[in-house]
């Protein structure tokens, strides 16, 4: 199979360099371009990341001796380049805006880890075990940026990651309302113990908008398409607190579930085991085989022995029981820059190519 050339915009990044690892080997995936700001461009790879370097594995060869490009300056170069482009910059929002819908007039698919886009009503926002059918839209956001081959797609804040695909194939019971506190790990903030020391014995109750997204995110992601645009759901009521912790990786949640129809416990472990989404159905190369994984073991799931589970795509819970004020508590976990992040982009990218949304230039 002729692989697709791909492009990373924030290359140099927390989560860019984890786009770049991810693409070392990547089955249908060669990376082409590189770009980030004007301080790392003209530099090579391993130049512009050399003091900064936060992956456990080596910089990929591959990569180390691709020159940096300019994400603004050579926006056209770059989509003559490649098939089509990951996106995780550190910009203003309207910035990152504009700059994505450049690449995407310029007929140059974006995936974007950026938050920018994610409201905006034809842009679809996935997860992609939940809401596959969202792609739908991008014909619709095709016409109003005038493209032929051209879009937006982005994926969700990681902090649902760890709780929204955990409630998903219990939809059907009716979920009332969600209460959830999220425990959210440093990498997040794009961050290592060694730049942010303060964080070492320490929590900060207080990550900024990221309650806003807990709460409003999953909504979105179980929204209908009507009249060429993604409406959002009007339930479940959610609401969240989100605190940083001294992890290095791994978002863990703690949620309390009520619902119209009452399940059995025994019903939503069955339902978690044999949840299969359309990257399962497809065998896309970064799909886990098995989405959700139910740890028996009152202890589990924790960030250190669980976050890297089928590649860190897969999401891990534990500790279903019942609650005296909510029907169910529950404890999820998931990788907050594989599949929070770059790795949930991937897969995106993957179902994106496989759905014929993507092709070769
Ligand atoms: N970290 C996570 O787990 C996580 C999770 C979900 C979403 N996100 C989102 O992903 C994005 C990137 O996050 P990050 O943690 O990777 O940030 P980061 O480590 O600070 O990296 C930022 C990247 O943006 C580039 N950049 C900054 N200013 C630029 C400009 N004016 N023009 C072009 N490129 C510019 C940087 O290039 P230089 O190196 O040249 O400065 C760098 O490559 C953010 O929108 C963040 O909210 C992060």
Known sequence: MEKFKVGIIGATGMVGQRFVTLME????????????SPRSAGKTYEQAVANRWAMKT????QAKGLVVMDAQADVEKIAGMVDFVFCAVDMKKEEIRALE?????????????NSAHRWTDDVPMV???LNPQHLEIIPYQRKRLGTKRGFIAVKSNCSIQSYAPVLHPLMKYGIEKVLVCTYQAISGAGKTFERWPEMVDNLIPYIGG??????QEPLKVWGTIQGGKIVKADSPAITAQCLRVPVSDGHTAAAFVTFRNKP?????????AAFKGRPQELGLPSAPKQFIHYFEEPDRPQARLDRELEGGMAISVGRLRPDTQYDYKFVGLSHNTLRGAAGGAVL?????CAEGYIDHR
Request: negative net charge; proline residues 10%.
């Open 348 to 352: 995106l990218a993957e179902l994106l």
């Open 210 to 215: 990221e309650e806003e997204k807990s709460e």
């Open 58 to 61: 080596p910089i990929p060869q």
């Open 101 to 113: 819908e450049r690449y995407a007039k310029a007929e140059c698919p974006v995936v974007s880890n």
């Open 264 to 272: 059995t416990q025994e019903q939503i472990k069955a339902d978690w």
């Open 25 to 36: 080997n990547h089955p249908w995936f060669e990376l082409t371009a590189i770009a980030a």
């Open 127 to 129: 997860v992609p075990e």
